[in-house]
């Protein structure tokens, strides 16, 4: 599976979502690390992301900018038609 988009060996890429959701797996071991963890609750047919910051993330004062600067940048870097990611309780 490709890292960049999460392509298959078929040459077809992923909805929209599966490319999201693998990005996130991506972005995953990284708040794991901090004790947070993040879940994606869906995508809008405008391509914007909901996730649910989870552990130590929840509640936390820095989690507003690691949802902007962390995850959104992320997320648009790899799937530049991502509109804007917010988070969801």
Do not use: Y
């Amino acid at each position: 599976m490709c890292e960049q988009c999460g392509c298959g060996d078929t040459g077809v890429e992923n909805s929209f979502e599966e490319r999201v959701k693998n990005t996130i797996e991506t972005i995953r071991p990284e708040l794991q690390s901090h004790g947070g963890d993040i879940e994606l609750v869906g995508t809008e047919a405008d391509n914007t992301v909901k996730i649910r910051l989870q552990g130590a993330c929840q509640g936390c004062p820095g989690a507003q900018m690691t949802l902007k600067m962390g995850v959104e940048r992320l997320l648009k870097e790899k799937i530049p038609e991502v509109k804007e990611v917010i988070a969801v309780d």
